[in-house]
């Protein structure tokens, strides 16, 4: 060997050697039955590491092995603190995989030498939700080398994410953090589609979109380090051709995620699309991510508008932006683009709002022969916000001269009061005050002649977020109306409005819908005049690319009833464009020994009944494993208060894969509910209980899919 070739030779040695450093040490991995030679003081730590998740506790992810320190011992009430023995700094860093809440002092990680604290970390929540994922932490310690110290685990808070999750503690000579260089991707974004990978409950990124040096989309995702449970999508149509950069806030060593990144021209992994187990198949649901309250519901050339609160790039909330999807009938909807996203950085979320026809144009905001859609919404970065549209829907512009209204609530609904030729805003409002129990809840409402300047006109106590205010015809009788003031909690009020102030015409409040109903909206303008509402489904679909669902749309109209004007609700009759074969049973009296069984196929259903109450104490259907009961003594009809009339109970009910909503007489009490149905149902059974019933008539309408039709 030639004396070049062996000092070349001995130069990369040298350099692998210092490339790799030394190898590891390994502080604690906490795989054991106890915490060996750590000591602990107070509660918080427990007896020992736990395996994972404590009762009551999110899913903990993130953690080497199988052990882990996890202070939700007993909850978050209880505090102490974990220290290791001795040991000596003989590597330039100390990793440490860490989660928990993001306390300084409390909910923390200490280094001391000599007893005093040299570096410190926290978990990273703060806020309500979160994760419970740990992930790498490190701290440079070139200049304590040979120093002796000791690690202390500290949690000394009590309330949410007053605990705190540790796992390996490593000493190397490389930080396990990876660096910003290694967090970015340069992309040339060519097709329709940013596919990103998610696995839900992984560690939460701050991602970043930069497309010409612009942040065009910002959004928390949990980026799946491997293998995705399913592909979120950025629509990128509108930068075709440009160079963009992709980063994150933080990965976890080996994380694939950024790598994993891909553009397609068609929704990723779609081949199940609207057919997954889950999937409403007549209640629109977005194809992936989360939603909550249905916003801007507003009809207009033909096509009825939901936008809804969506979450693009999680199952669960955050990221909120608005999702657009349109229907001619009410049955059938097409998704669209996303409609409104935070447009600026400082923007956090685009929350709840309502969306209006500016037909006299009274904004100015059109431009061509299109009226425009003018969305109102709550801008959580500055205040009551707004945005148009002179496409139809398809695209929105930010209104430069916004906040339009600032003060402290959100949800604005608007509508055009044409006796005082105004616009209308009734905004949820709260008080200045921070304190729970002094701190007044109620909706305000402000006047607009161009929907940009707003007075406020007066305003109301005792509701919550998500007002709703329409004017009904009392039984059918244009001439004699009221109006009704409904919040998310689906609480209303019946009284009068005269373009500025609602004046209830009783005490309390009325319910007409139960169960996973909440921050429902009725659509504005609608063609034929009828208050058709839509609300969010809270119904959970685990282990679906999507969550939540809408209810199906409902007339609400207003009767006289013995009790005084009630609203009822009522699934709209569009419901009927997806009937398929049905089946009928009349006048046939039912019994504990002879119960009714209805024959019929499928998994989605639209049951009419009409039952005579007789000597049983309860009735009712069993749809799979579902009863839906009416008890006779208690007339309760589920745990609705029903009483019957003339004598009958009549039912509607609409099964769908997901859901279940049981319309009670007419629309006098209405219930959504989860529902799950493994198989096919071949029979609708109807029993009656200690006594008999008298089943009137039952037709069972078996439905196709909106999706498939
Ligand atoms: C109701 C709500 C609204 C808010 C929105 C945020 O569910 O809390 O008050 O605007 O959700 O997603």
Redesign the pocket.
């Known amino acids: 060997m030639t004396k070049s070739i062996a000092t070349f030779l001995f130069c990369c040695l040298c350099q692998a050697t210092l490339l790799a450093g030394e190898p590891d040490i390994l502080i604690a991995d906490f795989e054991g039955s106890n915490y060996g030679d750590w000591t602990t003081t107070g509660e918080a730590f427990g007896p020992a590491p736990v395996s994972g998740t404590l009762p009551g506790q999110m899913k903990v992810a993130g953690f080497e092995g199988k052990g882990l320190v996890n202070s939700y011992f007993q909850g978050d009430g209880t505090t102490g603190t974990l220290t290791s023995p001795p040991l000596k700094i003989e590597r330039k860093t100390i990793n440490v995989l860490l989660g928990g809440g993001g306390y300084a002092d409390e909910t923390c990680v200490n280094l001391l030498v000599d007893d005093k604290v040299v570096r410190t970390a926290t978990g990273p929540n703060t806020q309500p939700g979160g994760s419970e994922t740990l992930d790498w932490y490190s701290w440079n310690v070139a200049d304590l080398l040979g120093k002796t110290a000791v690690i202390q685990i500290v949690d000394q808070r009590t309330g949410g994410w007053g605990h705190i999750n540790v796992d390996h503690i490593v000493q190397s000579d490389t930080s396990y953090v990876v660096p910003a260089s290694a967090r970015q991707r340069e992309l040339v974004l060519e097709k329709t589609f940013l596919n990103l990978p998610v696995k839900n409950g992984a560690a939460k990124r701050r991602a970043s979109l930069i497309v010409d040096g612009q942040v065009v989309r910002q959004f928390d995702i949990e980026l799946a380090p491997g293998e995705p449970d399913w592909w979120a999508h950025i629509d990128i149509c509108s930068f075709r051709g440009k160079n963009a950069m992709l980063n994150v806030d933080a990965l976890s060593r080996g994380d694939r995620g950024l790598t994993l990144v891909d553009q397609t021209d068609a929704i990723k992994d779609a081949g199940s699309l609207y057919d997954e187990p889950l999937r409403p198949q007549f209640h629109f649901s977005q194809m992936r991510g989360w939603n909550?309250?249905p916003n801007g519901m507003v009809y207009y050339a033909g096509e009825y508008h939901l936008f809804y609160?969506h979450n693009p790039y999680g199952c669960s909330?955050g990221n909120?932006h608005w999702g657009h999807a349109v229907s001619k009938d009410l049955v059938h909807w097409k998704e669209l683009p996303i409609a409104l996203f935070p447009w600026t950085q400082a923007v956090a979320?685009c929350?709840?709002g309502s969306a209006v026809v500016d037909k006299n144009n009274t904004a100015g905001f059109q431009t061509g022969d299109e009226k425009t859609i003018v969305a109102i919404f709550?801008d959580t970065g500055c205040g009551e916000a707004i945005a148009y549209s002179n496409d139809r829907g398809r695209t929105f512009t930010y209104y430069q001269g916004n906040p339009v209204v600032k003060h402290r609530g959100?949800?604005p609904k608007v509508f055009w009061y044409a006796p005082g030729r105004h616009w209308v805003m009734a905004v949820?409002d709260e008080d200045g005050s921070r304190d729970r129990k002094t701190r007044k809840q109620r909706i305000a409402f402000y006047t607009s002649p161009d929907l940009k300047q707003w007075t406020r006109q007066s305003q109301l106590d005792g509701y919550y977020?998500?007002p709703e205010i329409f004017e009904l015809p009392v039984d059918g009788d244009g001439k004699n109306t009221r109006w009704v003031l409904f919040a998310?909690d689906a609480r209303y009020t019946v009284g009068q409005f005269d373009g500025k102030r609602f004046t209830p015409d009783h005490e309390g409040k009325h319910q007409v819908h139960w169960g996973a109903f909440?921050?429902s909206q009725t659509f504005n303008n609608t063609p034929d005049g009828r208050r058709i509402q839509i609300g969010?489904g809270r119904i959970p679909m685990p282990g679906m690319p999507f969550n939540q669902m809408m209810t199906f749309p409902c007339r609400l109209t207003l009767r006289t009833t013995d009790e005084g004007i009630r609203m009822f609700a009522n699934p709209v009759k569009e419901i009927e464009l997806l009937h398929g074969d049905d089946s009928t049973v009349c006048n046939t009296m039912v019994t504990p020994e002879t119960p009714v069984a209805v024959a019929t196929r499928g998994r989605l259903f639209d049951i009419r009944a009409e039952f005579e109450v007789d000597s049983a104490k309860a009735f009712g259907l069993r749809i799979g494993n579902t009863e839906i009961v009416y008890d006779v003594d208690k007339a309760m009809l589920m745990d609705m208060p029903l009483k019957p009339v003339d004598g009958k109970i009549r039912l509607q009910v609409l099964v769908d894969r997901s859901s279940v909503e049981v319309c009670g007489n007419d629309g006098r009490v209405y219930k959504t509910q989860p529902f799950r149905s493994d198989s096919e149902i071949d029979a609708i059974h109807v029993f009656s209980q200690g006594g008999s019933t008298a089943i009137r008539s039952l037709t069972v309408h078996q439905l196709h899919s909106a999706w498939q039709q």
């Open positions: 909550n309250d609160q909330w909120m979320h929350f709840s709550t959100r949800d949820y977020e998500c998310a909440y921050a969010w």
